[in-house]
């Protein structure tokens, strides 16, 4: 094949490998073009597949499309595939599949950064583009009578039996690992709905062509339609339609968006006024500023690419204890296995550490503070010094970089003290709450950028235990909530702030009718996305409210977290967000309730989706968008599937002991760990897996956090940097 006029020009420019074999079928080679990264850090990718209605259509044609990605920086691989005279459906579907796995293989040679690979493509290829990020092992090639062809595209001839066409596969098995999930989907005018295409009253000749000699198509175009295999899992969706296409239904597109808001999954619709089935210039420009614009937002571009390397607050990248981008982490670790390196801290500490690039902050009591002992939970007569410190640690070697007083008065709460608030950080930035309500903001050399006194501007806190919600962004503002009651008679409210100056932009009341100290709550708001805008959830005294972002107005309240009206219901564990979906748990676990986010007023009794008395009372769940997994102060652990409540697991002991920290979600594994810094290391997932149990010694409060090839451990006494050996 020879390069067409746009990819000799990219060819010539930007050094491409010209029909790179990805794959071969049959005897035939599957060739992509690769334009790899600018030498530097990795850079995100654009995997395209060409349009054609899945019978025409050629990588060469379709070269120019990469040039808006290559202008950004991007790499860049223009894929082939077998079209429909050459192989009947499903067979471009597998070889895209095949296609994107290959480009996450050699992602290192093409200087590329594997968390940020996109898949896109333009009417055809935009469905497949689709069926690449969506389809999970064995979705459709279980119609084969032959062997499952779920991985790449088998070397020898194609599956036989209903739909496929040939004798069975040969060569290696085809089950192979699962398909790397990209970071996001372009979906640009691809159908959604194969069935409609297929056969509906806009049946479209190319489908039917690409169905030709298929045995059973209803059932294999319904399994290739990206409408139903929309799950929690989809990676975000932008997707680009014009209303006025005759060839790919709008309608389509809107179902599909409905269909991934409903699952929880960041998606955005674009629709062009009058836009036919292909776009001008003028269009297609202002759709590449929304395109843009997504990408920034989920995580691919920009600052919050770094957001999601990084764990830049309490919960982590999206506040859900779960890290995507860290890799290779250890299993098993003691005092000095696998222990890269270990800092003496000043004091104990529940913070959790937020980690950004090559610094560790850390939010710490100062030398010779009362020592934690589980069975006093007063305040010490004895003399103890009562500063508060932020502490800035090297990530490589563990030294210290800098260590700013950020507050004095240091008071002790049962197991916890005013140094419970966890930092948050931009990489710009780092900001920290402490339980006595200092709010300052910091550069990160450790210059005091701004800072405030809550309790001074707004009164005196009033929980039984002491404060000890953290602060959560977004945008150019931090929210801060202040639920309590029990020793106050002053109301809950709830405040926003501009980050880059602490001046409050608005504060509202937040009122209750819970009694005595179920109107405290230890909790830490969250973000919820409703028919794609974000709303501030905020938990605690009987109630989960949701609030405008821009005013604080209060827009929906969900109850029965204490249906028995109990006086001691006060809420530790925060609510966790799934797409536009929230799960609540409720003072020692029962009930917990999910529910979808959004109405008006009270919408106990409307909103609710499942609920059981699974739920945990101290730490906070955690979730990968697919299972959710809930652990008791106890040492059970709970596993339910996120979108059904179904129980996966349940009542399943772990190590013995007291938990307070949270789970952690990471690298295939969850990691839990007790008071007593034993950590039980479990294989993520429906099935309930030890793979080990490691011990370090000191007392351990705060959740474990993970970035890149490192777990962080905060214990008492230190914090530990635990990497694999090499």
Excluded at 424 to 437: A, L
Aim: proline fraction near 7%; include cysteine; charge should be neutral.
């Amino acid at each position: 094949m020879k390069l067409g006029a746009a990819g000799l020009v990219l060819c010539a420019v930007l050094g491409a490998r010209e029909n790179v074999v990805y794959s071969t079928v049959g005897g035939v080679d599957l060739k992509l073009d690769a334009y790899p990264a600018p030498p530097g850090e990795p850079a995100p990718a654009v995997v395209y597949i060409h349009g054609g209605g899945w019978m025409g259509g050629s990588k060469e044609k379709a070269a120019y499309l990469l040039q808006p990605y290559r202008q950004m920086g991007w790499a860049a691989f223009n894929v082939e595939y077998r079209l429909g005279g050459v192989a009947p459906a499903p067979a471009a579907a597998d070889d895209c599949r095949a296609a994107l796995e290959w480009v996450f293989a050699h992602a290192r040679e093409y200087n590329v950064d594997p968390r940020r690979i996109v898949v896109t493509g333009h009417s055809a290829g935009g469905h497949l583009s689709l069926t690449s990020a969506m389809l999970a092992d064995g979705a459709f090639d279980s119609n084969c009578s032959g062997p499952p062809c779920s991985g790449p595209p088998c070397s020898g001839p194609p599956c036989s039996g209903p739909p496929c066409s040939g004798p069975p596969c040969s060569g290696p098995p085809c089950s192979g690992p699962p398909v790397s999930r990209p970071a996001a989907v372009v979906n640009w005018y691809g159908p959604a709905d194969m069935e409609e295409m297929l056969a509906g009253e806009h049946g479209y000749r190319g489908a039917a062509r690409w169905f030709k000699g298929v045995v059973d198509p209803q059932r294999l175009a319904r399994a290739i339609s990206p409408l139903h295999l929309v799950s929690a899992r989809t990676p975000p969706v932008i997707t680009i339609h014009g209303d006025g296409d005759a060839i790919v239904p709008y309608r389509q597109s809107v179902r599909l968006h409905e269909a991934l808001t409903k699952a929880g999954v960041y998606n955005r619709l674009v629709s062009v006024p009058g836009g036919k089935h292909g776009l001008d210039a003028a269009a297609m420009r202002e759709a590449f500023v929304a395109i843009r614009a997504f990408l920034t937002e989920a995580g691919v571009t920009g600052a919050a690419a770094g957001v999601a390397a990084n764990w830049p607050q309490w919960r982590g990248p999206e506040s859900s204890g779960v890290s995507r981008t860290a890799h290779d982490l250890p299993v098993r670790w003691s005092q000095t296995e696998n222990v890269r390196w270990r800092v003496k801290l000043p004091s104990w500490s529940a913070a959790t550490p937020a980690v950004w690039d090559k610094t560790v902050f850390v939010v710490s009591a100062e030398e010779g503070f009362t020592p934690l002992d589980r069975s006093v939970h007063k305040q010490s007569d004895r003399p103890a010094p009562h500063k508060i410190f932020l502490i800035a640690v090297n990530r490589a070697d563990g030294s210290i970089r800098w260590r700013k007083e950020i507050d004095s008065g240091n008071q002790i709460f049962r197991k916890q003290n005013s140094a419970s608030p966890s930092p948050i950080t931009d990489g710009r930035h780092v900001w920290v709450m402490t339980g006595n309500g200092r709010l300052a903001c910091l550069t990160m050399d450790g210059d005091r950028v701004w800072e405030r006194n809550i309790q001074e501007d707004y009164g005196a806190f009033g929980l039984t235990h002491g404060y000890a919600s953290s602060p959560v962004m977004h945008g150019e503002r931090l929210y801060v909530q202040v639920v309590h009651g029990n020793r106050t008679r002053d109301p809950s409210y709830v405040f926003a702030v501009e980050r880059a100056t602490g001046k409050s932009v608005w504060k509202v009341e937040r009122p209750t009718d819970a009694r005595r100290e179920s109107v405290d709550a230890y909790t830490t708001p969250q973000i919820v996305l409703v028919e794609g805008k974000p709303q501030l959830v905020v938990t605690g005294a009987d109630y989960a409210t949701g609030h405008d972002m821009q005013t604080g107005q209060e827009l929906w309240r969900m109850g029965g977290f204490n249906p028995t009206g109990h006086t001691a219901a006060r809420m530790i564990s925060s609510s966790l967000v799934m797409g536009g979906n929230v799960y609540t748990i409720s003072a020692r676990g029962r009930p917990a309730i999910a529910y979808r986010a959004g109405g008006s007023g009270n919408i106990t009794g409307m909103n609710e989706l499942w609920t059981n008395n699974l739920g945990g009372d101290v730490p906070t769940p955690a979730t990968d968008g697919t299972y959710i997994y809930v652990l008791s102060d106890i040492g059970i652990l709970h596993c339910v599937e996120a979108a059904t409540g179904k129980t996966m697991y349940q009542g399943k002991r772990i190590e013995h002991g007291t938990y307070a920290a949270s789970p952690l979600v990471a690298d295939g594994k969850l990691y839990c760990i007790n008071e007593d810094g034993t950590a039980t290391v479990l294989k993520a997932g429906p099935e309930f897996e030890v793979l080990a149990v490691n011990k370090l010694d000191g007392h351990t409060l705060a959740s474990p956090v993970a970035a890149g090839d490192h777990i962080f451990v905060r214990t008492a006494d230190f914090l530990y940097c635990i990497a694999t050996s090499r």
